[in-house]
């Protein structure tokens, strides 16, 4: 908090002491809290990085580290930072802006003549912003006026979302665009399994089948990985042997969790081996989770999906669902060991193994399943127009 409020009144004095006029063929983007390349924006601007050359597209990056790389691989002009007056001044020049959490800068009435769009990072099956169940008055209210109020558009999946997402946001329904998420854009580009994995493991024992295990965050408290009480580490490791499996798990990227070993068919894939887990997605064979809504992402591919939500009624207390957890969850739910594995040897088996829930879940929250990047730099240069008359 103290560093956006750093960032409120570096930008407040930049807009006093400075004229801007803006340019609406510079497009900034950023994303969780202005350090990371990640989410929807990264997408956005590897789409307009690529297939835009009229646009200047700008990252905010404020770690010096990762800001360096980024240089390194796309470009020394295309990475920025809002840490100093310079950096807020650039991006206070651009005319759009697209953001998948929080915004470029700080400031009121920024959406003023300037477009501003939140791509989001996902379904919202959880509660998030205004409509989570422990939000404070004080924290409302900041939301409202420093993201709310500034939002052009925020972009969806599903017209079934546009209710959600306004009350989550506080904004005018017809501030809700259905679009799609740019991330998704990369499932349709084939990747080779086995070569993808190599790079990030030279050593992997045999297998057929990779299962990706991306539990979602916990505010409070660590995530049980495998919650049975029966779990027995070497039954799991012959099973997996037996069925020619590895489980990579994929930690939150705001979980501090140790890892753990689990032996040498369960394997860790957090962001110090790859970064964006979204790059790879496709290459998995199934899918374990939670509460996480890249299970949504993963339902446009049409594979299986198993759920361990041992501790549903404590996060539904804590956090809250927008919709009734069990009747958009399209897979099993295993109580012990026993059953974790006979219900993953019939996802990878029996390809007709809860197929009609998955498709009726996916035609729910993925109404737009394809070419969401190029979907957004339509909408946006026909918004831009209207800007300018």
Request: hydrophobic share 40%.
């Amino acid at each position: 908090m103290l560093k956006k409020l750093i960032n409120l009144l570096k930008t407040i004095l930049v807009i006093v002491f400075t004229r801007r006029k803006f340019n609406y063929n510079t497009w900034v983007f950023s994303s969780s809290f202005n350090t990371k390349f990640n989410y929807n924006s990264k997408y956005l601007f590897e789409h307009v990085y690529n297939n835009e050359p009229l646009i200047s597209p700008l990252y905010v990056i404020n770690d010096d580290i990762l800001r360096k790389q980024l240089k390194e691989k796309y470009g020394e002009e295309f990475f920025i930072e809002t840490k100093s007056f310079k950096g807020i001044k650039r991006v206070l020049n651009a005319g759009v802006w697209f953001t998948s959490a929080g915004l470029p800068s700080y400031g009121l009435r920024l959406n003023k003549k300037r477009l501003i769009i939140n791509l989001w990072h996902g379904v919202p099956l959880k509660k998030i912003a205004l409509l989570e169940e422990k939000v404070s008055k004080v924290n409302k209210v900041y939301f409202k006026y420093i993201f709310s109020k500034n939002y052009s558009f925020i972009i969806t999946t599903s017209n079934k979302l546009i209710s959600v997402m306004q009350k989550s946001f506080g904004v005018d329904k017809n501030k809700i665009k259905v679009l799609g998420q740019p991330r998704n854009d990369v499932l349709y580009i084939e990747k080779e399994k086995k070569q993808v994995l190599q790079k990030l493991y030279s050593q992997l024992p045999s297998y057929t089948k990779a299962i990706l295990y991306a539990p979602t965050y916990r505010d409070n408290g660590e995530t049980v990985l495998f919650p049975f009480k029966d779990f027995d580490m070497v039954k799991l490791n012959e099973f997996l042997k037996k069925n020619d499996m590895i489980i990579f798990i994929r930690s939150h990227q705001s979980d501090n969790s140790k890892v753990i070993n689990f032996g040498n068919r369960v394997k860790f894939i957090n962001e110090d081996i790859e970064e964006d887990i979204m790059n790879i997605i496709n290459i998995f064979d199934l899918l374990i989770t939670d509460y996480s809504s890249i299970y949504i992402d993963f339902l446009l591919m049409n594979k299986p999906i198993m759920f361990l939500p041992y501790d549903k009624n404590q996060y539904l207390e804590e956090r809250g669902f927008n919709f009734n957890y069990d009747d958009v969850t399209p897979g099993p739910k295993p109580s012990n060991l026993t059953e974790f594995m006979d219900e993953l040897s019939l996802l990878i088996k029996d390809k007709k193994y809860y197929l009609s829930d998955r498709i009726k879940t996916n035609n729910y929250f993925n109404e737009i399943k394809e070419n969401s990047s190029e979907k957004i730099v339509v909408f946006a240069k026909k918004e831009i127009k209207k800007l300018n008359n």
